[in-house]
C-alpha cells in the first residue's frame, strides 16, 4: 500500500538534502581508508578458518547472488545519468543493501555455521563483530544508548555550523554527517522496538482493564529498550534506506532537485568497499583455491571489471 500522508515540501527537500549529505560523507569517509591495509592488519582476521560443520559450496549461492545484485547496481549507472530517469534511483538502495548483506551472510556461515539467517539476526552479529574490532575500522563505526542519549564509536561528531554543513574533503566533517546518519537510524529502531508487542506490554500503566501504554518513556525505559536492538551499524544504515512495501520516503528519492546519479555513484562506491572487505574475509577463511574456483565458475569467461580488479587485489595481497 502507498503512503498517501502528505508530506510538507520543505521537509522533502530537508530529506532529500540530507540524505544527499551523508552518502556523500559515507562514501568520501570510506576513501581516506585503505580497505586491504587494513583487513591484513586486522587481529581477527589473521587468524580466521573454517568453522566446523560449515560448506563453503553451501553459501556459494549467497556470493553468485551477491555479484548478481551488485552487477545490476552497477548497470543501471548510465540509465540513472538522464535526469528524466531519476526516479529509478528508489531500487538502487535495495540493491545496495542485499548485495552487502548477502555477501555479510556468507562470511558469518562460513566463520561459526550460523543458523539465523534474518535480517535482524545477520545484523546483530555483524555489530557484535564491529564492537570486538573483528572488521576494520573503517566499516566498524556504529552507534548505542538511548534517543536523548546516543553513543558513537569510532567516529565523532564534531562542532559544525548546521546538521546540513558538510566539507567532503574533511575526515571530521564526513564523521559529523555520519554520526547524524547513525543517530536517526537508531532514533528509528528504538521507535520501532518499543511498538513491538511483547515490549510495548511492559511500558504499560493501570492494572486490568484498565492498562494502557504509558504516553512517555522515561531514560530507564528507554535503556531497556536500547539494550534489546544491539548496536547501529553501516548495515542499518543501509538497511533503513531499503524501499519498504509502503514505499516509506520514496517522496525524498524523488524531489526535483535531488542528485539520483551522484547518489548512485556513491551507493556503488560504498558497495564496492564493504564487499572487497567481505570477500577478502571470505577468501582468508575458505582458502585461495576455493574461491577463485567460485570466482572463474560465475565469470564464465565474461569481463567483469569490477570483480577482477578486487579479485586481483586479494592474490596480490591476502
Not at 298 to 308: A, E, M, P, R, V
Request: hydrophobic content about 35%; some cysteine; charged content about 25%.
Amino acid at each position: 500500500m502507498i503512503s498517501t500522508k502528505i508530506v510538507d515540501k520543505n521537509e522533502v527537500q530537508y530529506a532529500s538534502e540530507m540524505t544527499f549529505k551523508q552518502f556523500i560523507a559515507l562514501t568520501n569517509y570510506l576513501k581516506f581508508h585503505n580497505p586491504i591495509e587494513e583487513v591484513i592488519e586486522n587481529k581477527y582476521f589473521q587468524k580466521l578458518k573454517l568453522a566446523k560443520g560449515s560448506n563453503p559450496q553451501e553459501i556459494k549461492k549467497w556470493i553468485f547472488n551477491a555479484w548478481n545484485t551488485e552487477r545490476i547496481l552497477r548497470e543501471s549507472d548510465s540509465f540513472l545519468s538522464i535526469k528524466e530517469n531519476y526516479f529509478a534511483l528508489q531500487w538502487s538502495f535495495p540493491q545496495a543493501y542485499y548485495s552487502v548483506f548477502l555477501l555479510t551472510l556468507a562470511f558469518q556461515k562460513l566463520n561459526d555455521n550460523i543458523s539465523d539467517t534474518s535480517h535482524n539476526g545477520v545484523m546483530t552479529k555483524f555489530g557484535r563483530f564491529v564492537s570486538e574490532n573483528k572488521y576494520p575500522k573503517m566499516i566498524s563505526f556504529y552507534a548505542e544508548g538511548t534517543i536523548k542519549n546516543p553513543v558513537f564509536k569510532n567516529v565523532k561528531k564534531h562542532p559544525s555550523s548546521s546538521s546540513l554543513s558538510l566539507d567532503y574533503s574533511s575526515k571530521e566533517s564526513c564523521e559529523t554527517q555520519i554520526c547524524q546518519f547513525l543517530k536517526g537510524s537508531r532514533e528509528m529502531l528504538l521507535k520501532e522496538k518499543r511498538k513491538e508487542k511483547n515490549v510495548a506490554k511492559q511500558f504499560t500503566t493501570g492494572v486490568g482493564k484498565n492498562k494502557k501504554l504509558k504516553n512517555s518513556l522515561n531514560e530507564k525505559d528507554w535503556g531497556s529498550i536500547s539494550n534489546r536492538i544491539g548496536k547501529t551499524t553501516i548495515l542499518n544504515l543501509l538497511y533503513r534506506k531499503r524501499i519498504k512495501s509502503n514505499y516509506q520516503e520514496i517522496d525524498t528519492f524523488i524531489y526535483d532537485n535531488y542528485k539520483a546519479d551522484y547518489i548512485h555513484k556513491c551507493l556503488i562506491g560504498v558497495v564496492d568497499k564493504i564487499n572487497l572487505i567481505n570477500e577478502a574475509y571470505i577468501y582468508k577463511t575458505i582458502g585461495s583455491k576455493t574461491f577463485i574456483k567460485f570466482f572463474e565458475e560465475y565469470k564464465n569467461g565474461n569481463d567483469i571489471q569490477f570483480l577482477d580488479k578486487r579479485m586481483e587485489l586479494l592474490n596480490n595481497n591476502i
